[in-house]
């Protein structure tokens, strides 16, 4: 009789409990789900890469629902089908049906917009996973906050220069802890390293204890990022025409430039650099991952948003793209660390880059503040998507830097997607719902997210740097900003900031200048296939269009092309 009462008094405990946590989730908006970035299988007929667009004349588009739908506990697949063409007159794309998740498994949300629970692997972007602690009795005290957005037991920290890696590892030995990696980051002038304690000992003990040593300058978590895509679950049929190419008014920019001898350097996933849509385009590669991993979907799609140049058209078709693998792991995931990400910063500015687009987001960090400060300082364009984490999320980083523009990600009828941040750091929105992009393996993909509308931005930034290659970043940033579409609220809101860019009316904006900049003089200057694509009957079509001499023409012609405010 006892047991059974001690029965039901347990099991009413549990189910006060369970409702009073159901409780609190709905009422601080929490919900249980798996964010997925899910490609949809498109039919796709597209005759030529590049469509002959008359001014103030869209492009047909047909689309079905924008908005994010988000499915609990969803067990990612992959699915790779390759479709032949019935006919050679009326070709049909091979596509890809992925449901990598990109982001860690969850069942609680943390105030950035990430989750709570800890994914294993170490932040040197091996995907091993972590050891766990070996003392007894002395598990790691990491606050849940903190463990959610950094890996657990790791440190990035500034080391004396001076300390050879022998005396580094000595140093680390001295603390309980192990030098993963170290390396000069001459970038922000400093030496930096990433050690992972070793003996068990509680995160912050551990801290301090290495903090008060003289051979160090600085110490913060190894704090994760990840990529900034996201899918409707379910996936359906549709006829996706390039929409984001009449909101931006790429066809009319092309009669005048292509993002030749302009270096993009896209810090992403895998980039499959043998894709159709991507030939001769990616110039330079740098694992910084040291993984060796393969293509990547999210990595090859905003490569392609940026340079795609066959069936498919890029905001920048001539550009030159530097391949930064930042991103990688297990299950199908993509994450990142500081360390990996401060490494990927320095190869760019190191190398010649003078835009960057970084579509991942993460908390603020300060190691990475620094290097986005330097880059700033260096001349780079400084591209970042929003984040996906919704009305709720603070501001998330880089993108939040004051340094960097960020992006926010709109549908076809120039609507805010759901998914993406709001905050008086927006610079700019672009389209980022059902975007047509390639994906691995020759096939293609339909995405969402601001990943690709920063994807976009940073193209157009490379047709302004073609146009005019002394052009600054604030003065980049600035036109970029007068001549964007208003939407939404009039003027600048915290939903699409100053609205969305029309590259035909940016690059109107900035005087002609045909000087070579030093970053291409090494370098080939035109793809090998740039006169060959400009024989395309489309592009021919596209050139035909009148040009603007003087700023009165520009006033005329930019009224009548432009799309109607929403």
Do not use: W
Not at 429 to 447: E, S
């Amino acid at each position: 009789m006892m047991r059974k009462s001690e029965s039901k008094l347990r099991a009413g405990a549990y189910a006060s409990s369970a409702g009073a946590g159901l409780l609190l989730a709905a009422c601080l908006g929490i919900g249980v789900a798996d964010a997925q970035a899910i490609m949809r299988t498109p039919t796709i007929s597209v005759p030529t890469r590049t469509p002959t667009i008359s001014p103030g004349v869209a492009a047909r588009v047909v689309g079905g629902d924008h908005g994010p739908h988000v499915t609990p506990h969803v067990t990612p697949t992959v699915h790779t089908i390759a479709r032949i063409a019935p006919n050679s007159v009326n070709p049909v794309l091979p596509y890809a049906r992925y449901s990598p998740n990109l982001y860690p498994a969850c069942s609680n949300g943390y105030r950035d917009g990430e989750c709570l629970g800890q994914p294993n692997g170490g932040g040197d972007g091996s995907g091993r996973s972590a050891k766990k602690s070996a003392g007894k009795g002395r598990g790691n005290a990491t606050p849940l906050a903190l463990s959610s957005r950094s890996f657990a037991n790791e440190f990035v920290a500034e080391i004396d220069g001076a300390l050879s890696p022998a005396e580094a590892d000595e140093l680390a030995r001295r603390h309980g802890l192990t030098r993963v990696s170290s390396e000069n980051v001459p970038l922000i002038g400093a030496t930096v390293g990433l050690f992972r304690i070793s003996d068990g000992r509680p995160y912050d003990a551990a801290r301090r204890e290495f903090a008060a040593d003289g051979s160090v300058r600085s110490l913060q978590p190894n704090f994760r990022y990840v990529l900034q895509d996201q899918k409707p679950a379910v996936p359906t049929e549709g006829d996706p025409a390039q929409y984001a190419l009449s909101k931006l008014r790429l066809p009319q920019a092309h009669t005048l430039v292509h993002g030749a001898n302009v270096t993009v350097a896209v810090i992403d996933s895998g980039i499959d650099a043998k894709h159709p849509e991507l030939a001769n385009s990616i110039t330079d590669v740098f694992d910084a991952l040291g993984s060796g991993e393969g293509a990547h979907i999210h990595g090859t799609g905003i490569a392609g948003a940026i340079v795609a140049h066959a069936k498919l058209m890029g905001s920048a078709p001539e550009a030159r793209i530097i391949a930064i693998r930042a991103f990688g792991g297990t299950a199908g995931g993509a994450e990142s660390s500081s360390y990996v990400i401060l490494r990927s910063l320095n190869y760019a500015a190191e190398h010649g880059a003078q835009i960057v687009n970084m579509s991942f987001a993460g908390p603020k960090d300060a190691v990475i503040e620094r290097a986005i400060a330097a880059s700033a300082e260096r001349g780079l364009v400084l591209i970042a998507a929003a984040g996906n984490a919704g009305a709720k999320s603070p501001p998330l980083y880089p993108a939040a830097n004051p340094n960097v523009i960020a992006v926010s990600a709109t549908d076809q009828q120039d609507k805010l997607f759901t998914a993406s941040n709001r905050g008086n750091y927006v610079a700019l929105a672009a389209p980022g719902v059902d975007i047509f992009l390639p994906a691995p393996d020759g096939k293609y993909q339909i995405t969402s997210g601001t990943s690709f509308s920063a994807a976009y931005v940073s193209g157009v930034a490379a047709l302004l740097l073609e146009r005019n290659y002394a052009l600054k970043p604030e003065a980049l940033r600035m036109t970029l900003a007068k001549t964007a579409r208003d939407l939404g609220s009039p003027g600048r809101d915290d939903l699409y900031g100053d609205g969305e860019p029309d590259a035909f009316a940016a690059v109107m904006a900035i005087p002609a200048d045909g000087t070579t900049p030093v970053a291409a003089a090494s370098a080939t200057l035109k793809r090998e296939d740039a006169g060959k694509r400009r024989e395309d009957p489309g592009i021919r079509a596209l050139e035909q269009q009148p040009s603007l001499s003087d700023s009165g023409d520009k006033s005329t012609i930019l009224q009548a092309d432009r799309p109607p405010a929403q």
